[in-house]
């Protein structure tokens, strides 16, 4: 019988409300039931794997980590705008899953404090060093106008204002996912094309950016040199209850733009 509902979480927690307001709204999920097919769409926490709680092939969704002494993996899980259609084979053999999400959600980070990543740190003094040998190199011992917009552009300059704006469609995802059952064998196959939720960088590329800026007085054309690098994921899943004992296991092989392995 076709049937539609929605599906709406609400975050209220003090984090929420002070500081990462667009998790207020956790989840929002329109969807409707066609026979055999079933279509959604909306804020939703996507979870991809037979895994217990750690998974290798759970792609879409990115991680919280400014807090991570959590009771479920699920709360450590950041929803991500997508659309999604399932189709159930009427034997019950097998089911198939497409998904597009038309952005990327990043994992989060503290910015202070005991969970702040070490890379974090670095990044953001390396930045601050290049500034400051930069404008040491533009200081001929007279102050002018150019060089005193030099200096206002290396005040203001911050490494989190350098990261790519991944709310766009060139950071799209997209993935597909068929699982089934053999006998008492749950399997799944599954493949994923997105990205990596953690930028890596190019440190000569930063270095001609902040340059460049600090001395065009706070403009560049150049790439920052951060990005979060294209990743494809092929999967595969299973389980399977032997007596007593329940089995779960995910198999990922991640493949970058690096083949050579060298970047």
């Not at 895994?51 to 290798?56: I, N, Q």
């Not at 038309?102 to 974090?120: E, H, N």
Request: glycine residues 10%.
């Amino acid at each position: 019988t076709d049937a539609t509902e929605i599906e709406l979480k609400l975050n209220f927690s003090e984090d929420s409300i002070k500081t990462y307001n667009e998790d207020v709204l956790e989840e929002f999920v329109a969807r409707a039931y066609l026979g055999s097919v079933i279509l959604e769409g909306g804020k939703e926490k996507l979870v991809w794997g037979k895994g217990d709680k750690l998974h290798v092939l759970d792609n879409f969704c990115a991680t919280d980590y400014t807090d991570f002494i959590y009771p479920d993996y699920i709360d450590r899980r950041l929803a991500v705008p997508m659309f999604r259609a399932v189709f159930n084979a009427p034997s019950g053999s097998f089911r198939a899953e497409a998904v597009y999400a038309p952005m990327l959600v990043t994992d989060r980070f503290a910015s202070d404090g005991y969970w702040k990543p070490a890379a974090v740190t670095t990044l953001t003094s390396s930045v601050k060093s290049i500034a400051d040998a930069t404008l040491s190199g533009l200081y001929g011992g007279t102050v002018t106008p150019t060089y005193v917009k030099q200096m206002s552009a290396a005040g203001s300059l911050s490494a989190d204002d350098l990261y790519p704006e991944t709310k766009t469609l060139k950071y799209g995802q997209y993935g597909a996912r068929v699982t089934g059952t053999a006998g008492s064998f749950d399997w799944g196959l599954s493949y994923y094309y997105g990205r990596n939720k953690q930028p890596s960088v190019d440190s000569a590329k930063l270095a001609s950016y902040v340059s460049d800026y600090i001395k065009n007085g706070g403009t560049s054309s150049l790439d920052t040199g951060i990005d979060y690098d294209r990743l494809q994921v092929f999967g595969l899943e299973g389980a399977k209850a032997f007596g007593g004992l329940n089995t779960r296991f995910e198999v990922a092989y991640n493949l970058t733009d690096d083949v050579s392995g060298n970047d």
